[in-house]
């Protein structure tokens, strides 16, 4: 099956997770490998476009002909996705971005207090990087994002897509068995205003070149 070229088309996709630091030696994550984002970048570049990536800390190979950034934090992230968005087409948020970030980074290795068992962290709320861009009223384009769902995964993916003003959200339930985060496969569902539609289980690289495929004709319809 042809993919839809995206010649001269220019997309910036995010990837993996970030790390929000407590303290030099400690940090806060997930799971994510990077590997659907990866996967993304590749078939876009293949596709024709000029992909730049910008990965959290993940230990993937640049796939052929992609512009890499690599960035640890949120805020890093952010303003380094806010950069490619100001040139590009397509924006595509498949990094499992740390919601939180502990309140401060303590210069020094933090010290157990020695007395109870319980110890709490004061986190701030990090900015949505894929909210911001696709509330842009200038140079905003064509917005993807994810969802990574345990429960009601349609309900609460359709809550994302309205929430956050997305062209496009890619919900994937990532309490299934050898799906979403880590894995080398997903099962995913495509949803838009316009309704949605199930892709089976598959290798992450082949969902990765349907995806492309339906978001550049989405994106280029008219
Ligand atoms: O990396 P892999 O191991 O291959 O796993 C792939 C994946 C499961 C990580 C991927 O398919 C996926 O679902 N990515 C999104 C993970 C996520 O954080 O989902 P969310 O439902 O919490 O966030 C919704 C959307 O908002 C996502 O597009 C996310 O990138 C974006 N977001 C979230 C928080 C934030 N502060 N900024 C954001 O841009």
Same mark, same amino acid.
């Given at each position: 099956?042809? =993919? ?9 996709? =995010?990837? !993996? ?12 994550? @997930?799971?994510?490998?990077? /590997? ?5 970048? &590749?078939?876009?570049?293949?596709? !024709?476009?000029?992909? $730049? ?5 993940? %230990?993937?190979?640049?796939?052929? !002909? ?5 960035? $640890?934090?949120?805020? *890093?992230?952010?303003? +380094?996705? *806010?950069? &490619? #968005? ?26 157990? +207090? ?10 701030? /709320? @990090?900015?949505?990087?894929? &909210?911001?861009?696709?509330?842009? /009223?200038?140079?905003?384009?064509? =917005? ?5 769902? =345990?429960?009601?995964?349609? *309900?609460?993916?359709? !809550?994302?897509? &309205?929430?956050? @003003? ?5 919900? @994937? ?12 496969? %997903? #099962?995913? $569902? ?14 992450? $690289?082949?969902?990765? *070149? ?13």
């Amino acid at each position: 099956r042809p =993919t839809a070229s995206l010649a001269g088309r220019k997309i910036a996709v =995010t990837a !993996g997770p970030t790390r929000e630091a407590l303290d030099p030696v400690r940090f806060l994550s @997930n799971h994510s490998s990077g /590997k659907m984002g990866f996967a993304l970048a &590749a078939a876009a570049q293949r596709a !024709g476009a000029e992909v $730049t990536l910008i990965a959290g800390p993940v %230990n993937q190979p640049t796939p052929p !002909g992609v512009k890499r950034i690599d960035v $640890t934090d949120a805020l *890093e992230m952010r303003e +380094t996705a *806010e950069r &490619a #968005a100001d040139l590009c087409d397509i924006f595509i948020a498949a990094a499992a971005v740390a919601d939180f970030r502990p309140a401060e980074i303590s210069a020094q290795k933090i010290k157990k +207090t020695g007395d109870g068992e319980r110890e709490s962290l004061a986190l701030v /709320k @990090n900015p949505d990087i894929v &909210a911001a861009i696709a509330a842009r /009223k200038e140079r905003r384009p064509f =917005t993807v994002g994810f969802a990574a769902e =345990t429960e009601k995964m349609l *309900e609460h993916a359709r !809550g994302k897509l &309205a929430r956050k @003003n997305l062209d496009l959200i890619i919900a @994937n339930d990532v309490s299934a068995a050898d799906s979403g985060f880590d894995s080398d496969r %997903n #099962a995913v $569902t495509v949803i838009d205003a316009g309704g949605s539609r199930e892709l089976p289980p598959a290798l992450k $690289t082949g969902l990765a *070149e349907q995806l492309i495929e339906i978001i550049a004709d989405k994106a280029f319809a008219q």
